[in-house]
């Protein structure tokens, strides 16, 4: 896929990643609490936290080594994840700005810590805890340092499984583990060595020489009247994901539309590009990342998320324009 798909499947990697603030969770042991309330009562504290470290990903075979920054700056927690091994590339977040950096003419893809993600409980916690169980299952060691190891198990079979190993000391997540329902882990995520309360300036968070910005400067909030390229919609969503953004832009043949989706944890989403031909629609699969391309008339449809294959399959298929949804 070239052009604006591959700008999709580049920035998109934010996912297990950023499409992600810091689940730093100062740890307060108490017996009374549950798993689910320890980590609401600590998300909010944890933001504030300052570090910077190397860490790993392992996703679909491939190894990726990461150094990641945090820090509250100018009144926002900013995060940047510079790749060290294979082609140079960064993800940086600047409160609810995200920016995805590389060489000209990439066609590799950027991946993120999973941090940001964890974040998002924050808000969210009401409609996870419905659809995961949340278990603590005692101390382990990551990164030289004393963890507690969380488990999230999904209630059904359209969502992954999640295991969290949260600093005991600062409360920052040093390990997470994305699950199938059976077999090795999707997704490893680590700190090798991470420095703590570290003093971090705003130019901590400035890119590498040579990246070039690969963010859709043109991307809008969809408002009001809808044109055509946005009269279309999922028949069909999993229990408890509901759209969380929609956003439009020009680009290639016409306007891209996305619509983002969540169940306050996992996350997919759909984009409709126009286009003239049809492509060989088709499936694939990269650790717990997946991607369905699938025909509709005069445009592609493409789902991307940390969903299983299935439902993402079952998702696209599901799309039609709004003409035909009734």
């Known amino acids: ?28 042991y108490a017996a009374d609490q549950s798993a689910q309330d320890w980590l609401i009562a600590k998300l909010e504290t944890g933001k504030q936290s300052s570090f910077s470290g190397h860490s790993v990903l392992l996703s679909g075979g491939q190894l990726v080594s990461l150094k990641v920054y945090h820090a509250p700056i100018e009144g926002e927690v900013w995060e940047r994840v510079v790749h060290m091994s294979g082609e140079p590339a960064e993800i940086i977040r600047k409160g609810s700005s995200v920016y995805c950096l590389h060489p000209q003419q990439s066609t590799g893809m950027a991946v ?23 278990e603590r299952s005692g101390m382990e060691r990551v990164a030289g340092r004393e963890a507690m190891r969380l488990n999230l198990e999904p209630m059904d079979s359209h969502r992954y499984g999640y ?14 583990q994305t699950l199938p329902p059976s077999g090795d882990p999707l997704e490893v995520f680590e700190f090798v060595n991470i420095e703590l309360d570290q003093t971090l300036s705003a130019g901590d968070f400035e890119p590498g020489a040579g990246l070039n910005r690969n963010l859709a400067e043109g991307d809008m909030p969809v408002q009001g009247s809808q044109t055509p390229a946005q009269h279309w919609t999922p028949q069909w969503l ?9 956003v439009a832009r020009f680009q290639g043949q016409g306007e891209v539309t996305t619509r983002a989706y969540t169940d306050g944890l996992a996350s997919f989403t759909v984009f409709h590009e126009p286009r003239q031909q049809p492509i060989n629609e088709n499936s694939s699969m990269r ?36 003409a035909d949804a009734h």
């Open 287 to 322: 650790g717990a990342t997946v991607a369905v391309h699938r025909n509709l008339p005069g445009a592609m449809i493409t789902v991307v998320g940390e969903i299983p294959l299935d439902t993402a399959e079952r998702i696209a298929a599901s799309v039609k324009p709004l």
């Open 238 to 246: 999993p229990e408890g994901f509901v759209e969380s953004q929609r």
């Open 112 to 134: 993120n810590s999973p941090i940001r993600r964890w974040n998002a409980l924050e808000k969210g916690m009401q409609s996870v805890s419905r659809y995961y169980r949340f």
């Open 1 to 28: 896929m070239r052009g604006s798909s591959g700008m999709i499947s580049w920035c998109f990697r934010l996912s297990p990643l950023i499409l992600m603030g810091a689940l730093l969770v100062p740890v307060v």
């Open 163 to 176: 295991s969290l190993w949260v600093d005991a000391e600062s409360g920052v997540l040093l390990r997470t």
